[in-house]
């Protein structure tokens, strides 16, 4: 870009394309990882995906409605993460590990 040109004007597809790239890279890491901090994270890579779908869809319909419901729900997604490492730490303590395989407490 050169110094007083307009940045070059970002479609609702190109934000539609990356959010539906990070949700679908973030599902195929909750369905192929083993780890539960790498499933975790692929889950919260999702969460982030859809809120960017919903702050372009927001942008582009000329409204802040979309974006203030980002707000609230990253504030509630910070919670969740607390809560969540707080669960794999404690599941680490109790049994010394993290893979999902040697977690069988309730099966059967």
Same mark, same amino acid.
């Given at each position: 870009m050169l110094d007083g040109e307009a940045p070059a004007?970002?479609? $609702?597809?190109?934000?539609?394309l990356i959010s539906l790239l990070l949700f679908v890279i973030g599902f195929i890491g909750v369905l192929l990882r083993k780890n539960t901090l790498v499933i975790y994270m692929c889950l919260e890579l999702m969460l982030l995906a859809s809120? $960017? #779908? $919903?702050v372009a869809f927001s942008r582009f319909n000329g409204t802040l409605d979309g974006s203030v419901f980002v707000f609230f729900i990253l504030t509630i997604a910070a919670a969740? =993460? #607390? =809560?969540g490492l707080a669960i794999i730490v404690a599941l680490f303590r109790k049994r010394h590990t993290v893979q999902v395989e040697e977690l069988s407490a309730l099966k059967n």
């Open positions: 004007a970002i479609g $609702l597809n190109a934000y539609i809120t $960017l #779908a $919903l969740e =993460v #607390a =809560v």
